[in-house]
């Protein structure tokens, strides 16, 4: 068996599916996108794709190795996610190939179900205890919110007092025992992100989310110091080499691998099984569409330090079209008690409609991160 051909769709709201095909005629999906530059990881996904057909794409393990190894410049966002994509596809066609989910091919399961969580407010969130709580009575038992607009290297306490009344709302319409994990997305830093890690113990979150921009990691060490809130940190990062510092340092308590961002499930599944032997959970990215969902929870299945699951179904970014739209069973995803069940189909264990993505593909999008500015005109971390 040959990989003989790929096509790539550029789908609403901000994805890009990668469609690879056998000389047999096997299908794998992959979605190898980074947010706001589809189009510049579309380019890399088709530079590294005509080096390997041809090649059996049962060896992944050494196609993974080629496509990352032989160019003299390696890993960051665009080659990551480009090779995270070929990578996921790979592994959908490796199980069709043997009627298997991939966990199958990764060990098997270690659980049933993985816990997930969904987004509330956006990325200026102000009214969210009414909107956590609509999710609550859905079956979510635990959200995800951005902490804060962006601040100052120094800002006032009512920022502060903005944040902790944002996160009480929550508290206090959903009870003690929901789950909130409060990103501060990198955008605060060092002396704020100290202040709030202190003020937010009280409500006892699930997690803090990039507390440090991750070229700061270090930071995490004065802000651990702060706090007993368990730190969450890992979706700007790209590979085990990253990764293996931030676990030594031992700072982090929950790591996020992004599994369409980090070379995909060849390397995420090594990544989370670095965290396990640091004592360290993990909770994957996946702010992205239904093949990066499904290839989550196929390392999820799998491995024991696995704790809960970022989905997008229903996230603010998701305009025109949500994850549920592309695949043709949309009980996969059926959310139960603030779980999912693991995906026991063959491949990645979803069945994408084609010929939907094609007739979205024709609309595309061309979905850009926002630029923000300070009050004095200076831009502000994303």
């Given at each position: 068996m040959k990989i003989k051909s790929y096509e790539m769709f550029t789908v609403p709201p901000r994805w890009l599916f990668l469609k690879v095909e056998t000389d047999d005629g096997l299908i794998g999906w992959g979605e190898p996108v980074i947010e706001g530059k589809a189009?510049?990881?579309?380019?890399?996904?088709?530079?590294?794709?005509?080096?390997?057909?041809?090649?059996?794409?049962?060896?992944?393990?050494?196609?993974?190795?080629?496509?990352?190894?032989?160019?003299?410049?390696?890993?960051?966002?665009?080659?990551?996610?480009?090779?995270?994509?070929?990578?996921?596809?790979?592994?959908?066609?490796?199980?069709?190939?043997?009627?298997?989910?991939?966990?199958?091919?990764?060990?098997?399961?270690?659980?049933?179900?993985?816990?997930?969580?969904?987004?509330?407010?956006?990325?200026?969130?102000?009214?969210?205890g009414a909107a956590a709580l609509e999710l609550k009575n859905t079956g979510i038992t635990a959200v995800k919110m951005n902490a804060t607009e962006e601040l100052q290297y120094i800002d006032s306490y009512s920022k502060v007092d903005e944040v902790l009344e944002r996160v009480a709302s929550i508290r206090e319409a959903c009870g003690k025992d929901f789950g909130i994990g409060i990103d501060f997305h990198g955008r605060v830093h060092k002396p704020m992100a100290k202040v709030l890690a202190k003020e937010l113990e009280q409500f006892r979150p699930m997690f803090l989310e990039e507390p440090a921009l991750p070229e700061n990691n270090e930071n995490l060490r004065d802000i651990a110091m702060h706090t007993s809130i368990p730190i969450a940190t890992g979706e700007r990062m790209f590979s085990k080499w990253q990764f293996k510092t931030l676990l030594q340092d031992g700072y982090v308590d929950i790591i996020q691998p992004d599994l369409s961002h980090a070379g995909g499930i060849t390397e995420c599944k090594k990544i989370i099984s670095m965290a396990e032997a640091y004592d360290v959970a993990a909770a994957p990215h996946c702010p992205l569409g239904p093949i990066a969902l499904a290839a989550c929870i196929q390392v999820d299945a799998t491995c024991h330090n696995a704790v809960i699951q970022e989905q997008s179904l229903g996230i603010h970014y998701n305009k025109g079209n949500d994850i549920l739209d592309y695949v043709t069973d949309a009980s996969v995803f059926e959310y139960t008690k603030g779980h999912v069940e693991v995906l026991d189909k063959p491949g990645l264990g979803i069945e994408i409609n084609e010929d939907y993505v094609r007739e979205r593909s024709l609309v595309g999008h061309n979905w850009k991160n926002p630029v923000w500015k300070h009050e004095d005109g200076s831009i502000a971390e994303w």
């Amino acid at each position: 068996m040959k990989i003989k051909s790929y096509e790539m769709f550029t789908v609403p709201p901000r994805w890009l599916f990668l469609k690879v095909e056998t000389d047999d005629g096997l299908i794998g999906w992959g979605e190898p996108v980074i947010e706001g530059k589809a189009a510049t990881v579309k380019a890399a996904v088709a530079e590294l794709m005509d080096t390997i057909i041809g090649k059996d794409p049962m060896n992944i393990e050494g196609i993974w190795n080629e496509l990352y190894r032989s160019g003299f410049y390696r890993g960051g966002p665009i080659l990551m996610s480009a090779l995270a994509g070929i990578d996921q596809a790979l592994w959908d066609i490796k199980g069709k190939y043997y009627d298997a989910p991939v966990h199958q091919l990764l060990g098997g399961k270690a659980r049933e179900k993985i816990k997930v969580y969904s987004w509330v407010g956006g990325d200026r969130p102000q009214d969210v205890g009414a909107a956590a709580l609509e999710l609550k009575n859905t079956g979510i038992t635990a959200v995800k919110m951005n902490a804060t607009e962006e601040l100052q290297y120094i800002d006032s306490y009512s920022k502060v007092d903005e944040v902790l009344e944002r996160v009480a709302s929550i508290r206090e319409a959903c009870g003690k025992d929901f789950g909130i994990g409060i990103d501060f997305h990198g955008r605060v830093h060092k002396p704020m992100a100290k202040v709030l890690a202190k003020e937010l113990e009280q409500f006892r979150p699930m997690f803090l989310e990039e507390p440090a921009l991750p070229e700061n990691n270090e930071n995490l060490r004065d802000i651990a110091m702060h706090t007993s809130i368990p730190i969450a940190t890992g979706e700007r990062m790209f590979s085990k080499w990253q990764f293996k510092t931030l676990l030594q340092d031992g700072y982090v308590d929950i790591i996020q691998p992004d599994l369409s961002h980090a070379g995909g499930i060849t390397e995420c599944k090594k990544i989370i099984s670095m965290a396990e032997a640091y004592d360290v959970a993990a909770a994957p990215h996946c702010p992205l569409g239904p093949i990066a969902l499904a290839a989550c929870i196929q390392v999820d299945a799998t491995c024991h330090n696995a704790v809960i699951q970022e989905q997008s179904l229903g996230i603010h970014y998701n305009k025109g079209n949500d994850i549920l739209d592309y695949v043709t069973d949309a009980s996969v995803f059926e959310y139960t008690k603030g779980h999912v069940e693991v995906l026991d189909k063959p491949g990645l264990g979803i069945e994408i409609n084609e010929d939907y993505v094609r007739e979205r593909s024709l609309v595309g999008h061309n979905w850009k991160n926002p630029v923000w500015k300070h009050e004095d005109g200076s831009i502000a971390e994303w």
